[in-house]
């Protein structure tokens, strides 16, 4: 059994993650403790405070005691906010404080786009233009060439959490292009894990999602492949772990 462990800021779209659980169907366990959301806005000053090292140290023990063997910062924008040197800071101490390895969801995505190969990438986003463009900017700091940004405008957290497929494809459309070898969609609050076969059914590409790519992440933090093309081409790449 491997036991993965998450931070997640309010409640919104955590359902993705036992979703996700069952989608793995392995001997995998994921752990998800919710840490205090603050302000539900998007924008920076609140996602910066989201981020906050007490606020994540706040849920480390309960993931310790869950015997989690890694732990992810489960929010986009509260690890990308703070620019790629302040996040991988914010991991740092994340590590230091949980005596495990960490990562956050911004990195998630670098990670998750070099694995499959996508080098350009368009960004579908919930945030508002300039949150978005944080995104963007803290991809091109990962090596990655972003070919557009589309951005949503909605401002909470809550409002994203209540969209639905509908909702979500046609973020997906919005934001592809022809260039773009990957199709991101960054933020947790954002249902996606049901979707995803969907999404690359109707874009002819991967689809990058950001409760997705944070198990994956963990998963690769724990040295573990699992093979579910339910949750996308994300997991189908070796090596693997047969299901």
């Known amino acids: 059994m491997t036991a993965l462990g998450f931070l997640y800021p309010g ?3 955590e359902d993705d993650y036992p979703r996700i659980e069952q989608l793995l169907g392995s001997d ?4 998800l403790v919710h840490t205090d959301i603050g302000e539900d806005a998007h924008r920076v000053d ?8 007490e606020r994540l ?3 480390i023990e309960q993931l310790r005691l869950s015997g989690a063997e890694a732990v992810v910062w489960a929010c986009t924008s509260g690890g990308f906010v703070h620019g790629w040197e302040g996040a991988q800071e914010q991991v740092r101490s994340l590590a230091r404080t949980a005596g495990m390895p960490a990562s956050s969801t911004s990195f998630a995505f670098v990670h998750a786009a070099q694995e499959i190969g996508a080098g350009r990438v368009a960004v579908g986003a919930t945030y508002p233009d300039d949150v978005a463009q944080l995104f963007a900017e ?9 070919t557009g940004v589309h951005s949503s ?3 909470t957290a809550e409002d994203a959490g209540r969209w639905g497929e509908a909702e979500v494809l046609a973020l997906a459309r919005a934001a592809d292009e022809p260039g773009a070898e990957a199709v991101l969609l960054p933020d947790t609050a954002l249902h996606t894990a049901a979707h995803l076969p969907a999404l690359e059914k109707e874009l002819g590409k991967p689809v990058l999602t950001a409760n997705q790519v944070t198990v ?3 998963l690769r933090l724990t040295d573990r492949r699992v093979n579910a093309p339910g949750l996308g081409t994300l997991f189908t790449r070796e090596p693997i772990v047969q299901v």
């Not at 609140?46 to 090292?53: D, K, S, V, Y």
């Not at 803290?138 to 972003?146: D, E, I, K, S």
């Open 138 to 146: 803290f991809l091109r700091a990962g090596g990655l060439t972003v």
């Open 46 to 53: 609140a996602l910066r405070q989201m981020g906050a090292p």
């Open 11 to 13: 409640h919104s779209a």
């Open 57 to 59: 140290a706040s849920g």
């Open 153 to 155: 405008g909605i401002v």
């Open 216 to 218: 994956w992440e963990a």
């Open 28 to 31: 995998i366990r994921v752990d």
